[in-house]
Nanobody, 111 residues
Framework: QVQLVESGGGLVQAGGSLRLSCAAS????????MDWYRQAPGKQRELVAI???????NYADSVKGRFTISRDNAKKTVYLQMDSLKPEDTAVYYC?????WGQGTQVTVSS
């Protein structure tokens, strides 16, 4: 069993930055592909960024150049650095590694 716990969400003005963290329990973190998803009110959950066990990354077009996903296997933690935030980035952000989900952390970007 793996538990994922997100932190780092909050309220920020447009153009600002936030860093989300996702701490994982269990001994298999180093072999897990990790993702960040987000879900805005009234919208479907969407994939934001993914990082493989080898460190390869991929991003949704809407966040490319602004968000950076990274991982620290020793700390069993994955990060999402979010820069140049926009109001449309407002959503609940979820850490995910199939089939496990975190509880989500709210990110609100004011205009």
């Amino acid at each position: 069993q793996v538990q994922l716990v997100e932190s780092g969400g909050g309220l920020v003005q447009a153009g600002g930055s936030l860093r989300l963290s996702c701490a994982a329990s269990g001994s298999i973190f180093s072999i897990m592909t990790m993702d960040w998803y987000r879900q805005a009110p009234g919208k479907q959950r969407e994939l934001v960024a993914i990082i493989t066990i080898g460190g390869s990354t991929n991003y949704a077009d809407s966040v490319k150049g602004r968000f950076t996903i990274s991982r620290d296997n020793a700390k069993k933690t994955v990060y999402l650095q979010m820069d140049s935030l926009k109001p449309e980035d407002t959503a609940v952000y979820y850490c995910h590694s199939a089939p496990f989900w975190g509880q989500g952390t709210q990110v609100t970007v004011s205009s």
